[in-house]
């Protein structure tokens, strides 16, 4: 089994910066994509962030610029810095992890439990 701990959310003013975290473990044999996605209130989840196992990097066209996504692959550690959060930007925010398990190299796919983002003065 594949568990996802997230960490680092919180309330912040407009133009702060905040550091998401999600570590991953239990059975994994290899990691593929690591990505994080939020939800708003009322809206559909969306995908802000996404990075595969090659080190390339997708954002979203609204936090282009102002997040930065990276992974620490011996750590199974996928992070997000977000600078000049707005507060557009308060939502739920969860990671997602797609790899293999090792013995039968079966695919998985986890979500983490969320962390709430909140920028409001």
């Known amino acids: 089994q594949v568990q996802l701990v997230e960490s680092g959310g919180g309330l912040v003013q407009p133009g702060g910066s905040l550091r998401l975290s999600c570590a991953a473990s239990g059975s994994i044999a290899s990691i593929n994509t690591m990505a994080w996605y939020r939800q708003a209130p009322g809206k559909e989840r969306e995908l802000v962030a996404s990075?595969?196992?090659?080190?390339?990097?997708n954002y979203a066209d609204s936090v282009k610029g102002r997040f930065t996504i990276s992974r620490d692959s011996a750590k199974k550690t996928l992070y997000m810095q977000m600078n000049s959060l707005k507060p557009e930007d308060t939502a739920v925010y969860y990671c997602n992890v797609d790899g293999r398990r090792p013995g039968t190299y079966s695919s998985f796919e986890v979500w983490g439990q969320g962390t709430l983002v909140t920028v409001s003065s």
């Open positions: 990075i595969p196992n090659d080190g390339s990097t």
